[in-house]
Every structure is written in structure tokens, then in C-alpha cells.
């Protein structure tokens, strides 16, 4: 089991940065691969940016240059820097980590952090 707790969410005008920080009740250089989606109203949830056990990063071209994740091994932690954020960048995010054990692959989500970027 992994639990993950966001954090950082919030309200930014468009143009401004948000730092989002997803915490990992474990090692997160265990885990196969730790990042985030974000699911906007109406819409299905996607992928934003993910960071695998390698090192190996991947994002959403809509975020491509302007978002940036990293790991930060000491806080067992991943973040999510935001920058030049749009209005369609509005939805709210999760982290999300994946695990393959023999036993099979298993996903964890966290609870999600709304971000709001006003026009």
C-alpha cells in the first residue's frame, strides 16, 4: 500500500505559478513511476507529467515548457512546478504512483488539490 497526500493547491491568475508537492508514505525511487493527472470538469482525467524509478520524465504537451516535476528523495516527495498557468489549466490535480511487485501492478491515488487559474 502507498498513500499519497497533496498539497499546494489554490488560486492563481493566468501568467502566475503554483508548486504543487505529493507526499509518499514510501521511497518513492521503489515505486515504478510517480506523477500527475488532473481531470477538469466535464472532461476525463489526464495525464500531466510523470517521473519514473529511472529518472525518465513525461509530459502532456499542453504543459510541455511551462511545468516541470521533480523528486525530491529526502520528503519521499514529487513536485509540480507550475509556471505561465493558463485558464485551462483549472481542474483539480492528483498524484499518482505505480507499483509492479510480482503479485501485479498496482496504481495509488491521492485526494486531489483544486487549482483555479482566472483569467
Known amino acids: 500500500q502507498v498513500q499519497l497526500v497533496e498539497s499546494g493547491g489554490g488560486l492563481v491568475q493566468a501568467g502566475g505559478s503554483l508548486r504543487l508537492s505529493c507526499a509518499a508514505s514510501r521511497r518513492i525511487w521503489t515505486l515504478n513511476a510517480i506523477g500527475w493527472y488532473r481531470q477538469a470538469p466535464g472532461k476525463q482525467r489526464e495525464l500531466v507529467a510523470s517521473?519514473?524509478?529511472?529518472?525518465?520524465?513525461n509530459y502532456a504537451d499542453s504543459v510541455k515548457g511551462r511545468f516541470t516535476i521533480s523528486r525530491d528523495s529526502t520528503k519521499n516527495a514529487v513536485n509540480l512546478q507550475m509556471n505561465s498557468m493558463k485558464p485551462e489549466d483549472t481542474a483539480v490535480y492528483y498524484c499518482?504512483?505505480?507499483?509492479?511487485?510480482?503479485?501485479?501492478?498496482?496504481?495509488?491515488w491521492g485526494q486531489g488539490t483544486q487549482v483555479t487559474v482566472s483569467s
Open positions: 499518482n504512483a505505480v507499483d509492479r511487485t510480482p503479485s501485479g501492478r498496482f496504481e495509488y
Open positions: 517521473v519514473t524509478s529511472s529518472g525518465s520524465t
